[in-house]
């Protein structure tokens, strides 16, 4: 009885571990829509997940993910983001917009202190999409 539960200890621990050290390769485009709807967007074409990492310490957790997506999704994403950068009466209440020479954010408001999370789009000819979670 021992051995038996000890082996399935071990086999609980075992693929804990590995699924920690693989977990990149369970984030799937269904995973990446979740997060782009709480920020409002929707990737009308298909999109390619181009990279995803976390990242785990003692009190502090990261996680982003780069996607290709079409010319039209960016063209449209970036007219909101522009508007709403140039709309100084129109405040957001969820969302702050930024512009700058690299490219346009728009990021979560109210969040803890310490933490960040953000949709980035640089200025680039190519059609990326970053998103950055910091939980510091």
Same mark, same amino acid.
């Given at each position: ?15 804990? #571990? ?31 997940? #181009? ?5 785990f310490a003692i009190g502090? &957790? ?7 997506? &079409? ?5 449209? #994403? ?18 702050e917009f930024e512009e ?18 953000? #949709?980035?789009?640089?200025? &680039? ?12």
């Open positions: 009885m021992g051995i038996w539960l000890a082996s399935i200890m071990a086999t609980i621990y075992l693929l804990t #571990i590995l699924f920690l050290k693989f977990e990149d390769k369970f984030f799937y485009k269904s995973d990446a829509e979740k997060i782009l709807k709480q920020y409002e967007i929707v990737l009308i074409d298909d999109f390619e997940i #181009i990279n995803h990492e976390t990242t502090d &957790s990261y996680e982003t993910f780069t996607l290709k997506i &079409s010319e039209n999704d960016k063209k449209n #994403i970036l007219s909101e983001f522009k508007s709403q950068t140039k709309d100084t009466l129109k405040k957001n209440q969820h969302f700058n020479k690299l490219g346009f954010t728009k990021e979560k408001k109210y969040l803890e202190m310490g933490d960040r999370e953000f #949709i980035f789009i640089p200025k &680039s000819k190519e059609n990326i999409l970053e998103y950055q979670l910091m939980d510091e």
